[in-house]
């Protein structure tokens, strides 16, 4: 299921290019590995120890250099991403229009980013965990300088200087990882990665270098402060559908990598980098939470909003233990959601009234109530209301945190006054008070077809919301066999 997973959008990508209607061609593939997930769901074993589906291919072993398998499986934490990937692509392809300019180039690049996604997550080789992610890089600058609003050209530039030297530094720290081993044990297959440290250990200053690479590069990736400069901008200019994909999809990339690779392997090195990781997740949630503002324009404030809701992440990351951990996978997925869902509507607001500047916007809950509801009770979910995915996502973070760490968690609950502030002031120059002459024609999204992306992901943040023990039941596991390697 996992190679039919990366097989269903290879080959829609083929037929649009061939001359298959684009979004409709995008549309079915989606729903298809929508559909594959969900199989591979109903069949996860949750108490099952270890990678399920696992298949692996010889790829490459030549003499003196370390082994590639073309090897893939899932477990607990890395499953709910998957799913996770399939559902945002459906939406980002279903709220995409069919007639925008040059629909089979764009079409076939949002598929390819969902390829990428999907590989780096389902990889368990560190080299095609790498270049997959690398591959769905590319799409996305395409889609940004192709495709992007206001400083598109600009933005393309920068995030891609960015992205491309964390993913350098990434690619330096695997390279040294796997060139650490011994040399009979040397591969990029991450089982047998794992089974050499076990081994034979690391020096410590060794370990401490190598994750300091995968820290600093990952970092860049998922916009940890001061690295974040990036990501507000390239959000802003973004189509609604590569703003979807990368915040809501492709970011986690980088936490994955930490999760999966980074921490449990070198734990030398994740003590040593430990005052270093705290100071800069507070930087992300005061700072940058202080940042958001002062923002003027909706699709900044959520960009900013995004990047803050980073720290919370790496707060339960640094807590390490079983409740913080399962709130950093839960919180990925609720937050992943949330923030697709915004992103998708601000881009209707935008394409609706030609305005995104929060001063020139008020009044437009009379004229897009739905827009508007679904609006509000999305930025109610990033706020963290209980109810919502968000909620527990955060509130397992805390507990986490308070347990290994009770004086960062007091320090970063400040964030959770600082995100309702920027919402509300959002929400409220947005739909509310008067209604601008120029606005008197503006309409609200179709019923039927039009609305079912924002309904679907509406009703996935609520139903993990009300049941998050649907989504805890294989993250738990797995992150106590995590902590248990550590």
Not at 176 to 188: M, N, T, Y
Not at 338 to 351: K, V
């Amino acid at each position: 299921m996992l190679i039919l997973l990366l097989l269903i959008p290879t080959l829609a990508v083929a037929a649009i290019m061939l001359g298959a209607p684009a979004k409709k061609t995008a549309l079915i593939a989606s729903v298809l590995n929508l559909l594959v997930s969900i199989v591979a769901a109903i069949q996860f074993v949750p108490a099952a120890p270890g990678y399920q589906f696992e298949q692996i291919f010889p790829w490459a072993s030549l003499a003196g250099l370390p082994t590639i398998h073309f090897h893939v499986g899932v477990d607990g934490i890395s499953l709910p991403l998957v799913l996770l990937s399939t559902v945002v692509t459906l939406a980002a392809v279903a709220v995409s229009p069919g007639d925008i300019a040059r629909p089979a180039e764009f079409f076939s690049y949002v598929l390819l980013i969902a390829l990428g996604v999907l590989g780096a997550f389902v990889s368990l080789d560190l080299f095609f965990l790498y270049i997959f992610h690398e591959f769905a890089l590319i799409p996305t600058f395409l889609l940004i300088g192709i495709w992007g609003t206001q400083n598109r050209q600009f933005s393309a530039v920068q995030i891609t200087l960015y992205l491309t030297l964390g993913s350098l530094i990434l690619l330096a720290g695997l390279i040294a990882l796997v060139l650490s081993l011994p040399l009979e044990a040397r591969s990029f297959d991450l089982p047998v990665v794992q089974a050499a440290i076990a081994q034979a250990s690391l020096s410590g200053h060794l370990e401490n270098v190598i994750f300091g690479l995968l820290l600093i590069g990952s970092g860049i990736l998922v916009s940890l402060f001061p690295f974040h400069t990036w990501a507000p901008s390239a959000y802003a200019s973004a189509p609604p559908a590569a703003a979807m994909l990368h915040g809501g999809v492709l970011k986690k990339f980088g936490l994955y990598v930490l999760i999966r690779v980074a921490i449990p392997l070198l734990p030398g090195g994740a003590e040593h980098w430990h005052g270093w990781l705290i100071a800069l997740l507070i930087g992300n949630i005061l700072y940058v939470g202080l940042a958001t503002l002062s923002q003027k324009e909706l699709t900044t404030t959520l960009g900013y909003s995004s990047v803050m809701h980073m720290g919370y992440l790496f707060l339960g990351l640094v807590s390490w233990n079983e409740i913080g951990l399962s709130g950093v996978v839960f919180f990925m997925i609720a937050h992943g959601l949330s923030t697709a869902l915004l992103f998708a509507l601000a881009g209707e607001i935008q394409t609706r009234t030609g305005e995104i500047r929060l001063a020139e916007l008020g009044g437009l809950a009379k004229k897009m109530p739905f827009i508007a509801v679904t609006f509000i009770i999305g930025a109610m979910a990033m706020a963290g209301l209980p109810g919502l995915a968000n909620f527990v996502g955060e509130m397992l973070i805390f507990f986490g945190a308070w347990h290994s760490h009770p004086a960062v968690a007091v320090i970063a609950v400040w964030g959770i006054v600082l995100t309702p502030v920027f919402l509300l002031r959002s929400v409220s120059a947005t739909f509310f008070g008067p209604l601008p002459e120029k606005f008197a024609a503006v309409t609200d999204l179709e019923s039927g077809w039009g609305r079912a992306p924002y309904l679907f992901l509406l009703a996935t943040l609520l139903v993990l919301g009300f049941a998050p023990g649907l989504l805890l039941a294989w993250i738990r596991p797995a992150v106590a066999q995590l902590i248990g390697v550590h």
